[in-house]
């Protein structure tokens, strides 16, 4: 962990390893896990989040862990892995992965990231899917890794180009949509509901 980090911050990530080579037991060293938390850190440490940094580093090494084990077989997978990309993961693949997840009740696994994650979930973001009983208050912006495009079964990418490497064998599709940033709730909405469109008819494909 190459970045100056103080002391209380040093001792939660110290257990954040501890506890994710015990939980990752067989599947991968030490090292590796040291590496890629350190790799999280560096990632996220320039965003702004209103949680605490530590816990996001968790929760992003833990995701990016079990998709690196997924795409090296050495962790099963137990439903269709579904990988939604935008340029910001501030607001179309946010909204897609919260209703997909949400339509799915269990029978696909959604990530989402962003080919340059922005700093927070736009609050129009925030306020359209509450509307739906959906909470993505405690989400953050996540960059897009290369280890997440390996485990996905589908990859939906959104107005990000040809920011996301293609492996074959995996399932590609492109979703046009407008980018929520700087609309208003009203514009937000259309959109929100556009995606959720999108998500019921890429369910109905998945789990027939």
Same mark, same amino acid.
Not at 3 to 16: C, G, S, Y
Not at 54 to 64: A, G, M, N, T, Y
């Given at each position: 962990?190459?970045l ?5 911050t040093r001792?939660?990530? &110290?257990? *954040?390893v501890d506890?994710l $080579? ?10 590796t896990? +040291?590496?890629?938390? !350190? ?6 440490? !320039?965003?702004r989040?209103?949680? $605490?940094?530590p816990?996001?580093?968790d929760?992003?090494?833990?995701e990016? #862990?079990?998709?690196l084990?997924q795409?090296? !077989?050495a962790?099963a997978k137990t439903?269709p +892995?579904v #990988?939604?990309?935008c ?5 179309r693949? *946010?909204?897609?992965?919260?209703? #997909?997840?949400?339509?799915? +009740?269990?029978?696909v696994?959604?990530r ?8 927070e979930? &736009?609050p ?10 959906l909470?993505?208050e *405690? ?27 293609? $492996?074959?064998?995996?399932?590609? +599709? &492109?979703w046009?949509?407008?980018d929520p ?20 008819q890429?369910?109905?494909?998945l789990?027939?």
């Amino acid at each position: 962990m190459g970045l100056p980090i103080d002391a209380v911050t040093r001792r939660h990530l &110290d257990k *954040q390893v501890d506890a994710l $080579y015990a939980d990752f037991a067989g599947v991968f060293s030490r090292e590796t896990i +040291e590496r890629l938390v !350190g790799e999280s850190l560096e990632t996220l440490s !320039g965003a702004r989040f209103g949680d $605490y940094l530590p816990v996001l580093v968790d929760r992003f090494s833990r995701e990016r #862990l079990r998709a690196l084990g997924q795409a090296e !077989g050495a962790i099963a997978k137990t439903v269709p +892995e579904v #990988l939604l990309v935008c340029v910001r993961n501030a607001g179309r693949s *946010q909204m897609a992965a919260a209703l #997909l997840h949400h339509r799915a +009740e269990g029978r696909v696994h959604v990530r989402s990231a962003g080919s340059d994650p922005g700093e927070e979930i &736009d609050p129009a973001v925030v306020t359209a899917l509450a509307e739906l009983g959906l909470d993505v208050e *405690q989400e953050f912006p996540k960059p897009l890794t290369d280890e997440v495009v390996r485990a996905a079964d589908v990859v939906i990418t959104m107005g990000c180009g040809d920011a996301c490497p293609i $492996y074959p064998g995996k399932r590609y +599709e &492109d979703w046009e949509l407008d980018d929520p940033s700087g609309l208003s709730l009203d514009e937000v909405r259309r959109i929100r509901d556009e995606i959720d469109a999108r998500v019921r008819q890429l369910l109905g494909r998945l789990v027939a």
